[in-house]
């Protein structure tokens, strides 16, 4: 079974792929984003990293005979990096869970490639990445400018500009130490205790709440409330999870070989467009302005990724 979904991975052209992963991460955050009427984000989030670290522990198995000597016999130094992915991977999921619970959607997703971008100036030599974050700074400008000015009474869009830039610089950190850490091998294992590292961080201050909230939904709770409710809501939780954030990374692993990391990067500039048209379905309609802001992110990653070549990385 296996093998075959490897051969079908292989198979279908890599474009085809990144725009149906973005159809179903969307439609899964935009399904999560109706649970925040059931449960706090930052509760929903424990629950999305908590699903994504168990299921890759138990795949993974780092602790079996054959991987405890490799992955957990290393010197300070490479254990930092380790715990700086998994932190900055949760940090990366929680600030964008609490931005899309006070914005829409697609501006939010637009929003959060900064990061990226970010990396790309720093590590970058040629005039594509300071023309891209150039760009892609009048385009983030615009947004701000716009949903500050014309509030339109669903959360609170500073509250989420905030939280989406920190959750895009934390997309740069993440990137930043997941090349480091894979530059050694076995990036699929270090990072399921990456995760679980970040995890085990995350519930030092969330795990409790979480778990009360769940068995004890809040008083504004709607169907969460019923006798089989918290059930019912731990078992959407867990297929967000799933879709979200499980089956996208394990298929980057096969599809991100097959391109270049520039390439790849390109093809994703389509997410903030897939997000808005998932958030229309939600009642999340951007103005023209808006969408020029949009366009001009997304602009900003071709430009920024169009011209490196350099080779996909393997695991």
């Known amino acids: 079974m296996k093998r075959a979904v490897v051969d079908v991975l292989n198979r279908v052209p890599v474009v085809v792929i990144v725009v149906c992963e973005a159809i179903i991460i969307y439609s899964a955050t935009a399904i999560a984003k109706l649970a ?11 629950y999305r990293v908590g699903f994504m670290a168990v299921l890759l522990l138990l795949w993974r198995r780092p602790w079996s005979a054959a991987k405890r000597a490799h992955l957990f016999h290393r010197d300070a130094r490479s254990w930092g990096w380790v715990v700086l992915l998994g932190v900055s991977l949760v940090l990366m999921n929680t600030m964008f869970y609490v931005a899309i619970s006070n914005m829409d959607m697609g501006i939010a997703v637009a929003i959060e490639f900064v990061g990226p971008l970010s990396v790309a100036v720093i590590t970058g030599h040629s005039w594509r990445e300071r023309v891209g ?20 009474g669903n959360g609170n ?38 995760i679980a590292i970040g995890w085990a961080l995350q519930s030092l201050f969330l795990g409790v709440p979480a778990v009360r909230h769940l068995v004890h939904p809040k008083a504004s709770a709607t169907w969460a409330l019923e006798p089989a409710g918290p059930l019912k809501l731990f078992g959407l939780l867990f297929v967000v999870s799933l879709l979200a954030s499980f089956f996208p990374y394990v298929i980057e692993q096969v599809t991100m070989r097959r391109v270049t990391p520039a390439a790849f990067s390109v093809m994703q500039s389509i997410n ?44």
């Not at 925040?36 to 424990?46: E, H, I, K, R, S």
């Open 133 to 152: 974050i150039a760009i892609a700074a009048v385009g983030v400008v615009l947004l701000a400018g716009i949903s500050l000015a014309n509030p339109d």
């Open 36 to 46: 925040f009427t059931q449960l706090d984000p930052l509760y929903a989030v424990w």
């Open 157 to 194: 869009f500073l509250i989420g500009l905030i939280a989406i830039l920190i959750g895009g610089s934390m997309w740069g950190v993440y990137i930043v130490t997941g090349r480091h850490i894979a530059s050694g091998g076995n990036s699929l294992d270090n990072l399921c205790i990456a």
């Open 272 to 315: 903030p467009a897939v997000a808005i048209a998932v958030g229309l379905f939600l009642g999340e309609i951007p103005g023209v302005a808006e969408m020029i802001g949009v366009g001009l992110v997304i602009l900003a990653v071709i430009v920024t990724f169009s011209g490196d070549n350099t080779p996909a990385p393997g695991d």
